[in-house]
């Protein structure tokens, strides 16, 4: 069995030590916790729209989830429901609904805005049946 000195354990704290040192430094300059010119940066390089806007954004899951019922399609795909007669009251839900889950109130023109269509046609695929 060897033979452990008082040498050998001084070395293993001493690169133990060193090792908590480094690792503590180096996440001691995380840029997640820094208050640099660069978290501006990023920051300003985010539409301002994107982060007020409640979905834009969205993945189709989180949009899923602010729309009530069938009012997704009813709102932006051919051949509503009944002539097109839900429209109206799907808008009111729809803003409810996005209110409700995101604490954000919008009104009925940023439904059918130009950004938002673009999302959705870009999150769901522009094959889809547009009326929009």
């Known amino acids: 069995m060897p033979k452990v000195t008082i040498q050998s354990v001084l070395l ?63 709102l932006y795909l051919e051949n509503p429901s009944f002539g097109g007669k839900l429209v109206n009251s799907c808008k009111q839900k729809t803003i409810e609904q996005i209110k409700a889950v995101t604490g954000i109130k919008i009104d009925t023109s940023e439904l059918t805005s130009v950004e938002v269509v673009k999302h959705l046609k870009n999150t769901y695929g522009v094959g889809n049946p547009w009326r929009l």
């Open 12 to 74: 293993g704290v001493a690169v133990t030590v060193l090792t908590i040192y480094l690792a503590l430094e180096t996440l001691g300059n995380s840029p997640i916790e820094s208050n640099t010119d660069t978290d501006t940066e990023v920051t300003a390089t985010i539409p301002k729209t994107y982060i007020e806007h409640p979905i834009l954004g969205k993945s189709k899951q989180e949009i899923s989830n602010l729309y009530p019922g069938n009012c997704f399609a009813e």
